[in-house]
């Protein structure tokens, strides 16, 4: 299973192949002043607009998958914003960022191998568009825009922790006695070694 950071490091790579994004961030930046706040979202294109992202995680779920393995399904999401200007059709503009980077993430769904590509009928394939409304941010009317990314792995269902014995865990290692069948004269007398082990090791995929 891939870390927060593995993954938190893959989204914004997958975002910075869309040419003209803006600024990029890995997660929410905040400044005290309103100005500092503002340049830290101010695209460096010499037309100083706001034009900048920002990644956070929202949700987590741990789910049973196999006796040994959970899944675990992890919710993202981007937020961008980009200084509003009617001259400029900036709202189209904006539209169409948020179609490159939907068409970036779905060329991998897997982030380059870190998390599952799963399509199933019915459920979300890449960035989901949830938001898309005029904000005021840091003191300028701005398009602000909400993205959705749910990323799904597997982990062990019974965690490491250091503890030696945890990993010994995933092996049963069970001995049986098998009762004797019919009368025998004279009776076998009991002893201490088994008629029968077996050994079953937990599912792994």
């Not at 607009?49 to 741990?62: H, L, N």
């Not at 004279?186 to 070694?193: I, K, R, V």
């Amino acid at each position: 299973m891939a870390t927060l950071e593995q993954l938190r490091l893959a989204i914004g790579q997958r975002m910075a192949t869309v040419p003209d994004l803006g600024v990029i961030h890995p997660y929410e930046r905040y400044a005290a002043a309103e100005a500092a706040f503002r340049d830290l979202y101010v695209w460096g294109n010499g037309k100083k607009e706001v034009r900048g992202w920002f990644i956070r995680r929202t949700a987590y779920r741990e789910t049973s998958y196999l006796s040994s393995r959970t899944m675990l399904e992890i919710d993202w999401q981007i937020r961008g914003y980009m200084s509003l200007q009617d001259a400029a059709m900036s709202e189209v503009v904006m539209d169409g960022l948020v179609e490159q980077l939907r068409a970036a993430f779905k060329r991998d769904l897997t982030l380059g191998g870190l998390v599952v590509d799963r399509r199933e009928s019915g459920q979300p394939i890449g960035l989901q568009l949830a938001e898309s409304a005029p904000y005021m941010f840091a003191g300028i009317l701005c398009h602000g825009i909400a993205l959705n990314l749910t990323t799904i792995g597997y982990d062990d269902a019974i965690p490491d922790a250091g503890d030696p014995g945890l990993g010994d865990f995933k092996i049963f290692h069970a001995n049986w006695d098998i009762p004797v069948f019919g009368n025998v004269l004279p009776p076998l007398p009991a002893d201490d070694t088994a008629d029968a082990t077996d050994h079953v090791i937990m599912e792994t995929d």
